[in-house]
Nanobody
Framework: QVQLVESGGGLVQAGGSLRLSCLTSGRSFSVYAVGWFRQVPGTEREFVAAISQTGITTNYADSVKGRFTIARDNAKNVVYLQMNSLKPEDTAVYYC??????????????????WGQGTRVTVSS
C-alpha cells in the first residue's frame, strides 16, 4: 500500500508558474511508476504527464508539452510537476497516481491503482 499526498496547488495568473509535489509514505516510491492527471468537474480525468520508476522515461500530454516538466527524487519519495506558462485552460484539480505493477504506467488511468486526494490549480486570465 502507498499513500499519496499532493501539494502546491493554488491561484496563479496566466503566464505564471506552480510546482506540484506528490509525497508518499510507506513503501519506497522507487517501485512505482507515477502519473499526474487532472480533472475539471463534469469531465473525465485527463492525462497530464507520467514518469517511470527510475525517472528515465517521461511523457506528456500534447496540451502541456514544453510547459510542464515531471521529475522525481526517489531518495525523498517525491514526484514533482513543474508547471510554467500556465493558461486558464490548465485550471483543474490535479491528481498524483502510482502504478505498482509496471515500470512505466503511461497515460492510461486504469494502469494506476493508487491516487492522491488532489490539489486544485486555478489560473486566472
Amino acid at each position: 500500500q502507498v499513500q499519496l499526498v499532493e501539494s502546491g496547488g493554488g491561484l496563479v495568473q496566466a503566464g505564471g508558474s506552480l510546482r506540484l509535489s506528490c509525497l508518499t509514505s510507506g513503501r519506497s516510491f522507487s517501485v512505482y511508476a507515477v502519473g499526474w492527471f487532472r480533472q475539471v468537474p463534469g469531465t473525465e480525468r485527463e492525462f497530464v504527464a507520467a514518469i517511470s520508476q527510475t525517472g528515465i522515461t517521461t511523457n506528456y500530454a500534447d496540451s502541456v508539452k514544453g510547459r510542464f516538466t515531471i521529475a522525481r527524487d526517489n531518495a525523498k519519495n517525491v514526484v514533482y510537476l513543474q508547471m510554467n506558462s500556465l493558461k486558464p485552460e490548465d485550471t483543474a484539480v490535479y491528481y498524483c497516481a502510482a502504478d505498482g505493477e509496471r515500470y512505466y504506467g503511461g497515460n492510461y488511468v486504469k494502469n494506476y491503482e493508487y491516487w492522491g486526494q488532489g490539489t486544485r490549480v486555478t489560473v486566472s486570465s
